[in-house]
């Protein structure tokens, strides 16, 4: 029987992969470094050895999750970035490659450049961030050296607990401050964690499967969700914003104005139904605001 292994277990996609497999009765082993969490096992990507891997089989599934994924963060600290990020994660797929596992390597919408949106699997790369070029020579590592390994790209993954610090949480701590700014023509994807899990599960399932998007079928607008969480929040009246453009925004390092994902391989090859973003918009403005009034 095959087991399964996450690296990065502790984190919001590992994390729900980890639960899903548990409740499908799938022989799982999960990771983590700095976040203890009962039922995984210690591997610092950054200091550990590979050596409590030396005894897994062909037949074994690897799910590459641990990674540092803050762009602005990583634009300050590329050296610390490239080593986890790059270094360590190509020294483990070459140690994981002689063993001839399965290798499902978790990348980003962030290795396109953001000028055009719904990104197929074939479009071609172009990265504007460094965390975008690791992902992308980590891509091109895998393709050039092992054959058996699929690329999953997502885009912002939201979840109903205190892991998920996302896109949405981002947006509505902003529209608590004073002169917010929401750029009308900047255009993403989102993804419900427990959608991405259930994605990377039934990736585990194909065979010779190089690339796929996990993300659901709106494209999201970020004045469009400002305005949803305004009407949805209790917090509603104490938030407020002005109309921009995206290039008005002034990020630590170059970001994409479209980036969105298209989904349709993955809903025609997986079967998967994909949560409505906008519905889970609203589901995630509930858990903050609970968590903001019970604080």
């Known amino acids: 029987m095959s087991k399964s292994y996450i690296i990065g277990a502790s984190g919001l996609i590992g994390g729900s992969l980890y639960s899903l497999l548990k409740a499908k009765s799938v022989d799982v082993y999960g990771t983590y470094s700095n976040n203890i969490e009962n039922g995984l096992m210690f591997f610092d990507m950054n200091r550990s050895d590979f050596s409590c891997f030396h005894k897994v089989e062909k037949s074994d599934i690897f799910y590459l999750l641990s990674a540092y994924s803050n762009p602005s963060w990583i634009a300050q600290n590329k050296t610390l970035a490239e080593e986890l990020n ?4 190509i020294e483990l797929i070459d140690f994981l490659a002689e063993k001839r596992v399965k290798i499902i390597f978790m ?7 953001g000028q055009k949106g719904q990104y197929s699997e074939e479009d071609l790369p172009n990265p504007l961030n460094f965390y975008g070029e690791l992902k992308l020579r980590v891509e091109k590592h895998l393709i050039n050296n092992y054959d058996n390994y699929t ?8 979840g109903l607990n205190e892991k ?22 900047n255009y993403f994807s989102l993804s419900s964690v427990d959608d991405t899990a259930e994605g990377l599960y039934r990736v585990s399932l194909q065979e010779e499967l190089e690339k796929i998007h996990i993300c659901s079928d709106e494209i999201i607008n970020r004045k469009e969700m400002a305005e ?26 170059p970001r994409g104005r479209v980036n ?3 989904n349709t391989l993955s809903k025609e090859l997986l079967g998967i139904e ?10 995630k403005v509930l858990y903050l605001d609970q968590a903001l009034y019970n604080a």
Do not use: H, P
């Open 107 to 113: 990348s980003s919408v962030e290795i396109f450049d």
């Open 164 to 185: 998920s610090r996302c896109v949405v949480q981002l947006t509505y701590e902003t529209l608590l401050n004073n002169n917010a700014k929401m750029a009308t023509d």
């Open 228 to 253: 949803l969480i305004t009407f949805v929040s209790q917090s509603g009246e104490k938030m407020s914003f002005k109309d921009c453009f995206f290039k008005e925004i002034l990020y630590s390092e």
């Open 86 to 89: 790059y270094t360590r994660t």
């Open 274 to 283: 994909y949560s409505n973003a906008y519905e889970l918009i609203k589901k």
């Open 151 to 158: 690329i999953v790209r997502t885009g912002w993954n939201v």
């Open 260 to 262: 969105d994902l298209n």
